[in-house]
C-alpha cells in the first residue's frame, strides 16, 4: 500500500447531497449576516469596555463588603439547584419508562409521555420561572420548580434513550419466565442503565447550578436577584465579586460530579 493510497479522503456525493450541503452553508453564512454584531460596532464596545473609565475599570478591585450575604445567597441558589434536579430526576424515571417502545404500556401513552418531554425540554427555564413566580409568587419556591420542569425534560429523554439501547437479552428472558413489567424494569433494565442515568444526573445537576443563577433575574430567588440588583446599580465591583463567587462554586460543583464519577463509573 503507497503512502498516498493510505491518506484518508472524502467520500465522492451525489448532486442531492451537494445541494443540501450549499443549502446549509447559506442558511448559515445569511444568519451570522442577519444576527452578527457588526465589525465597527463590536470595536467601539471592545474600546469603551477597556476605557480608564470603562467597566472593566469599574469592576476591579471587586467589592467584599457584603460578601456574607453573597455567600447565603450563593448557599440558597446551591439549595436550589440540589432540589429542583432531585425532583426532577425522580419525575422523569416514570416519564421515561412510559416513553420507551419495549416498557410503555400503550402506544398512546407512549406518544404522549414524549410530547410532554419535549414540552419540557423546548420551553427555556427562564419562561418556566415566570410561569411559576405567577403560580407561587417572588422566591426561590419558583426557581425550584423552573429547574425540576427543566430537568424532567433534559434527564427524561436522556433516560428513555438508555434504556432502549439496553441490553434486550435479559429483559426478554425474564419475560419469557412471566416476570411482571416492574420486575423487569428492576431487575434487568435499570441495572443496565445505571451508568448512563448516573452520568445524566451529575450533568443535570451541574446544568442546574449553572442555569439557577439566571432565574434569579426574573425573580425566582438565588444570587441572580443580587447580581441584577448591582448591575441596575451601577455597582460593578460587587457585580464581579458575585461572578467570582458563582464561577468558584460551579468549579467546586463540576469537581466535585467529576470525583463522584470517576468513583462509579
Same mark, same amino acid.
Given at each position: 500500500? +503507497?503512502?498516498?493510497?493510505?491518506?484518508?479522503?472524502?467520500?465522492?456525493?451525489?448532486?442531492?447531497?451537494?445541494?443540501?450541503?450549499?443549502?446549509?452553508?447559506?442558511?448559515?453564512?445569511?444568519?451570522?449576516?442577519? +444576527?452578527?454584531?457588526?465589525?465597527?460596532?463590536?470595536?467601539?464596545?471592545? +474600546?469603551?469596555? %477597556?476605557?480608564?473609565?470603562?467597566?472593566?475599570? #469599574?469592576?476591579?478591585?471587586?467589592?467584599?463588603?457584603?460578601?456574607?450575604?453573597?455567600?447565603?445567597?450563593?448557599?440558597?441558589?446551591? #439549595?436550589?439547584?440540589?432540589?429542583?434536579?432531585?425532583?426532577?430526576?425522580?419525575?422523569?424515571?416514570?416519564?421515561?419508562?412510559?416513553? +420507551?417502545?419495549?416498557?410503555?404500556?400503550?402506544?398512546? &401513552?407512549?406518544? !404522549?409521555?414524549?410530547?410532554?418531554?419535549?414540552?419540557?425540554?423546548?420551553?427555556?427555564?427562564?419562561?418556566?420561572?415566570?410561569?411559576?413566580? &405567577? @403560580?407561587?409568587?417572588?422566591?426561590?419556591?419558583?426557581? %425550584?420548580?423552573?429547574?425540576?420542569?427543566?430537568?424532567?425534560?433534559?434527564?427524561?429523554?436522556?433516560?428513555? =434513550?438508555?434504556?432502549?439501547?439496553?441490553?434486550?437479552?435479559?429483559?426478554?428472558?425474564?419475560?419469557?419466565?412471566?416476570?411482571?413489567? @416492574?420486575?423487569?424494569?428492576?431487575?434487568?433494565?435499570?441495572? !443496565?442503565?445505571?451508568?448512563?442515568?448516573?452520568?445524566?444526573?451529575?450533568?443535570?445537576?451541574?446544568?442546574?447550578?449553572?442555569?439557577?443563577?439566571?432565574?434569579? /433575574? %426574573?425573580? !425566582? $430567588?438565588?444570587?441572580?436577584?443580587?447580581?441584577?440588583?448591582?448591575?441596575?446599580?451601577?455597582?460593578?465591583? =460587587?457585580?464581579?465579586? &458575585?461572578?467570582?463567587?458563582?464561577? $468558584?462554586? *460551579?468549579?467546586? *460543583?463540576? #469537581?466535585?460530579?467529576?470525583?463522584?464519577?470517576?468513583? /462509579?463509573?
Amino acid at each position: 500500500m +503507497t503512502a498516498a493510497s493510505a491518506l484518508p479522503r472524502f467520500r465522492h456525493r451525489s448532486l442531492p447531497e451537494y445541494a443540501g450541503l450549499l443549502i446549509v452553508a447559506a442558511l448559515v453564512l445569511s444568519s451570522i449576516a442577519a +444576527t452578527a454584531p457588526q465589525v465597527d460596532a463590536l470595536g467601539r464596545g471592545l +474600546t469603551r469596555l %477597556v476605557a480608564p473609565s470603562g467597566l472593566l475599570a #469599574q469592576m476591579f478591585p471587586p467589592d467584599l463588603t457584603r460578601i456574607d450575604r453573597i455567600a447565603l445567597k450563593l448557599l440558597e441558589t446551591l #439549595q436550589m439547584a440540589i432540589a429542583g434536579a432531585a425532583l426532577g430526576l425522580i419525575f422523569a424515571v416514570p416519564f421515561a419508562i412510559l416513553a +420507551t417502545d419495549r416498557l410503555s404500556p400503550h402506544p398512546a &401513552i407512549r406518544i !404522549a409521555a414524549r410530547g410532554i418531554i419535549a414540552l419540557f425540554r423546548t420551553i427555556p427555564d427562564l419562561v418556566w420561572a415566570i410561569f411559576f413566580i &405567577i @403560580m407561587v409568587g417572588l422566591g426561590p419556591a419558583a426557581g %425550584v420548580l423552573a429547574i425540576m420542569v427543566d430537568k424532567i425534560g433534559f434527564a427524561g429523554r436522556f433516560f428513555a =434513550e438508555a434504556m432502549e439501547e439496553a441490553d434486550t437479552g435479559p429483559q426478554d428472558a425474564l419475560r419469557a419466565i412471566g416476570a411482571s413489567r @416492574m420486575g423487569i424494569i428492576f431487575s434487568a433494565v435499570f441495572p !443496565a442503565c445505571l451508568p448512563s442515568f448516573t452520568a445524566t444526573s451529575l450533568f443535570a445537576l451541574e446544568k442546574a447550578v449553572r442555569g439557577s443563577a439566571a432565574l434569579g /433575574l %426574573v425573580g !425566582a $430567588g438565588g444570587i441572580g436577584v443580587d447580581l441584577k440588583v448591582a448591575f441596575d446599580l451601577f455597582n460593578y465591583d =460587587e457585580a464581579l465579586t &458575585i461572578i467570582l463567587m458563582l464561577l $468558584g462554586l *460551579v468549579l467546586i *460543583v463540576e #469537581q466535585g460530579s467529576n470525583w463522584i464519577r470517576s468513583k /462509579l463509573m
